[in-house]
């Protein structure tokens, strides 16, 4: 049994133009709608990586004043041991003790970059649209490597000094002073704070191991040296916390509601 099969008529030029434009539509709007999406993600990563060093600048900033304190702090004991040293430290022993312990202890600015790290390690800042953030955000890196140098080198001399403070000062006086250093904590044990005079004096400080010139004079060159580096140090500090305050607010103003 024969099958017959209906011709179509052929379809005019006019539907397969409407045809094309209806799957071109479909395409370009699929694009777009993908294109949307992207940059929705997009955005809502690079709010969430600002909120971030948002985050990190306010810790930034309050480990500025720390730090600044401290610096000055230790200053006063630097300019201390150096008047001790030019009226005879024989006059004080307990006090030469206490200041050569005390200088030997350190506290240095640690910038705080969990969200600058997670934005390099996202892509960069390319997600970043604002360019005045960019530019602030690059000269507070430049800022912080100048501080971490400065304080790099201070620790150097702190090795140094301490090393030296091995072969100067008597060992028995040294570890009573360390049984009766005071705890690097507040009371109830909640939040860790910085004191810098954790040293008491030594109620019988025994005679120095050596006493000749040359090794005081050695010892007390570098117990004053962070004098003039914490200067250095702190006036860093002062500029890239007016740094951070103007990104925070750049930050706070674009992004505030977002956060």
């Known amino acids: 049994m024969e099958v017959h099969h209906h011709a179509h008529p052929p ?15 479909a395409v370009t709007l699929g694009f777009f709608a993908e294109n949307l999406r992207e940059h929705q993600i997009e955005k809502h990563r ?7 060093i948002h985050l990190d600048l ?3 900033m309050s480990e500025i004043d720390k730090i600044v304190k401290y610096n ?26 206490y200041l050569i312990k005390s ?21 960069g800042l390319r997600l970043i649209e604002n360019d005045e953030i960019i530019k602030q955000l690059q000269l ?46 507040s009371p109830n044990g909640s939040e860790k704070q910085r004191y810098l ?9 025994r ?19 962070p004098v003039n580096s914490t200067r250095y140090i702190n006036g860093h500090l002062g500029q890239l916390k007016a740094q951070c305050i103007a990104l925070n607010k750049l930050l706070m103003d674009t992004y505030g509601s977002d956060f």
């Not at 690079?46 to 971030?52: A, P, R």
């Not at 200053?75 to 008047?83: E, F, S, T």
């Not at 005079?197 to 400080?205: C, G, K, S, T, V």
Request: glycine share 4%; charged share 25%; with cysteine.
């Open 197 to 205: 005079n954790r040293f008491e004096l030594p109620e019988n400080a």
């Open 103 to 123: 200088l030997a202890l350190r506290s240095y600015f640690q910038h705080s970059k969990n969200g600058i790290d997670q934005l390099k390690n996202a892509g």
């Open 72 to 97: 000055i702090l230790k200053q006063k004991l630097g300019i201390q041991l150096a008047n001790l040293y030019a009226k005879g430290y024989q006059s004080d022993i307990p006090q030469f003790y």
């Open 140 to 185: 507070i890196e430049i800022r912080i490597a100048n501080i971490d140098a400065l304080q790099e080198s201070m620790d150097q001399n702190l090795l140094y000094f301490r090393m030296k403070t091995g072969c100067v000062l008597d060992a028995y006086t040294v570890w009573e002073m360390n049984q009766k250093q005071l705890l690097n904590y």
């Open 11 to 25: 379809k005019k030029v006019s539907e397969y133009f409407t045809e094309f434009i209806m799957l071109f539509a």
């Open 46 to 52: 690079e709010i969430q990586y600002l909120k971030n």
């Open 58 to 60: 306010e810790r930034d």
């Open 207 to 225: 005679p120095l191991k050596h006493n000749n010139p040359e090794d005081i004079n050695e010892l007390v060159n570098l117990g004053i040296a």
